[in-house]
């Protein structure tokens, strides 16, 4: 599984709108349904009934494909999922993919939702807690009207008050949420009456619909009880105490074992939630994910091995369903750490790897070579750029311009008695890095490089990072719709500024493209500088970009209606339903 930080929280400079920038205050139509891969539709005919995974759990004897015991009825969903929720606070819980999935689409609601429509131009917003809202004619207010039909699953009615009583446990700084900068420019958020308030700004900016919906609604008059000061030392209260009104509510947990979600009845939706229950059972090995869909255990996983994906779209039982995730992948380079700080040497590295390689061998048709951070199903993709070949005799060229020669005759460049030679680190949980690792080591032996490998687990991997203390790593992040890059390619984006630039990476031109775009915001008239940005990017390669690779999900059918996005895998959760 792939360890993406939701990057958008790091500061942000703007100002006025632009006139496509208006595309934010539209209100997005529900997604059309996607098919697969495949082409099939999502929604396949009923054939077979599902057993429980906890019965697997209970017949330990059983082999993958043996018949399963005990039956849970149709309307209970089985998810085999790599990792584990770590609470339902989202303020102080880490920002991993699964809290945020399970907080935003399951347990409880934004003022509006994020769209994934941004193939041709900034994303739209679903109207969800809040019905509709209006920005002011000076443009430094939005007001929202919330939904008069939305409960907490106590019975007590979500009002403006929860609004108000979010927006100050998020800027709390005894709370710490870790997106708390996307509100700082909000300087109140007004109660006008139970159904009304009002997000009152310091300034004109194109993200303000962006940042004020951003987080989810939560229960004052249940969470209050605990001071702000005090809710991350009492962290564990609030899963005690699972007030929600999202479609589902929370219905037990046993870490690292199995959390269940249930239909809450007084949703506001009509007829949905769909599914009566949600049981996530917390699987971590991949192939026994594989091994419980295959034996009717599991109703879906969410990641498919590229290695397996053909095998398992071939059986008449399962179906795929895919996207391309708003990711990007690389290795990224300690600039101010031996060779790396010259441009000609990260150009001659990138252009040591066989990335086309990397993709037959290790992707089995599901990913293609890269550029840059901007994936190619976003509007500012820039389509007139190509990835850097492969081209061992140039880079061997460029090396030797530099000055790297092997003197000594061990098949290892040296320059200044320094052999050209570094440690390429990774995290140990994912296997396609590991391989990537293998590969690339391998490859650039074949132009002088002496490359290292080294593996640790995700969150021991991120210490030496945030410290400097690497020389290059392979790795993925994601980016945000609002195509913020501070955090990983400006020069103030290190981690001792909360961003993301782990090789320290520092040009005067494009930390100015990044401030031009940031004052815009996401709109379509600062493609030219996205373009820009991106030759800027490819010319000074900071890192080398390697794929894209789908992301592909396995269903098993009669188990329909999936339809995962690049917000979230488990965006339309209250839509799933048995055939």
Excluded at 57 to 63: D, M, N, P, Q, Y
């Amino acid at each position: 599984m792939e360890n993406l930080p939701d990057l958008r929280q790091f500061p942000r400079s703007h100002r006025g709108f632009s006139p496509a920038e208006q595309r934010y205050f539209s209100v997005a139509v529900p997604p059309r349904s996607r098919r697969s891969r495949t082409g099939r539709p999502d929604a396949v005919p009923a054939t077979l009934i599902f057993a429980a995974l906890t019965a697997l759990l209970a017949l330990g004897g059983c082999t993958a494909d043996e018949p399963a015991g005990t039956t849970p009825p149709r309307d209970t969903a089985t998810v085999a999922f790599g990792v584990d929720i770590t609470g339902i606070n989202e303020l102080i819980q880490p920002p991993a993919a699964i809290n945020t999935a399970i907080s935003h689409f399951a347990l409880f609601l934004p003022l509006a939702e994020e769209q994934a429509d941004y193939q041709d131009g900034p994303p739209t917003f679903l109207p969800r807690l809040a019905e509709s809202w209006t920005a002011a004619e000076d443009r430094l207010s939005i007001t929202f009207t919330l939904r008069d039909d939305v409960f907490w699953s106590d019975g007590v009615k979500t009002t403006a008050e929860d609004v108000r009583f979010t927006w100050e446990a998020q800027t709390h700084a005894d709370v710490a949420w870790p997106f708390a900068a996307t509100k700082s420019r909000i300087r109140d958020v007004e109660v006008v009456d139970p159904r009304t308030v009002i997000f009152h700004f310091t300034e004109i900016y194109p993200l303000q619909l962006f940042e004020a919906v951003q987080g989810v609604v939560l229960p004052k008059h249940a969470w209050s009880e605990i001071p702000f000061e005090q809710w991350r030392e009492k962290a564990d209260w609030f899963n005690d105490n699972p007030v929600t009104n999202g479609p589902f509510t929370f219905e037990s947990w046993q870490p690292q074992q199995r959390f269940i979600l249930e239909r809450y009845d007084r949703y506001f939706e009509p007829d949905l939630p769909k599914l009566e229950r949600v049981i996530f059972e917390i699987v971590p090995d991949t192939s026994q994910q594989l091994s419980l869909l295959r034996a009717g255990r599991a109703d879906f996983i969410e990641l498919v091995p590229y290695a397996d994906a053909k095998a398992m779209d071939e059986r008449p039982d399962v179906y795929l369903t895919s996207y391309i995730p708003r990711n990007y992948f690389f290795i990224g380079w300690n600039l101010q750490r031996g060779f790396f700080g010259d441009v000609a040497v990260r150009q001659a590295l990138t252009l040591g790897i066989d990335r086309q390689a990397l993709i037959d061998s290790l992707f089995y048709g599901y990913g293609k070579t890269s550029f840059g951070p901007i994936p190619s199903d976003v509007w500012a993709h820039h389509d007139g750029l190509e990835p850097w070949p492969y081209d061992p005799e140039k880079a061997r060229q460029m090396l030797a311009d530099s000055g790297f020669a092997d003197a000594d005759g061990d098949g290892i460049l040296e320059r200044g008695g320094e052999p050209l030679r570094f440690e390429l680190i990774t995290n140990s949980d994912n296997t396609l890095r590991r391989d990537i690792m293998v590969m690339v080591q391998s490859q650039l032996r074949q132009i002088g490089v002496d490359v290292e490998t080294r593996t640790m687990e995700f969150n021991a991997l991120i210490a030496p990072l945030s410290a400097y203390d690497f020389d290059a790593v392979v790795m993925g992040l994601s980016i945000g719709t609002d195509l913020d890059l501070s955090y990983n390619f400006h020069t103030r984006g290190t981690p001792a500024n909360g961003g993301l630039n782990w090789g320290r990476f520092s040009d005067p031109r494009t930390d100015e493209l990044i401030d031009a775009v940031n004052a815009e915001g996401a709109a379509l008239s600062t493609k030219p500088l996205l373009y820009e940005l991106q030759e800027r990017l490819h010319e000074q390669q900071p890192l080398t970009f390697l794929y894209e690779g789908e992301r592909i999900s396995g269903v098993r059918k009669p188990l329909a209606g999936i339809s995962p996005n690049s917000t979230s895998t488990f965006a339309n959760l209250r839509h799933w339903y048995f055939e």
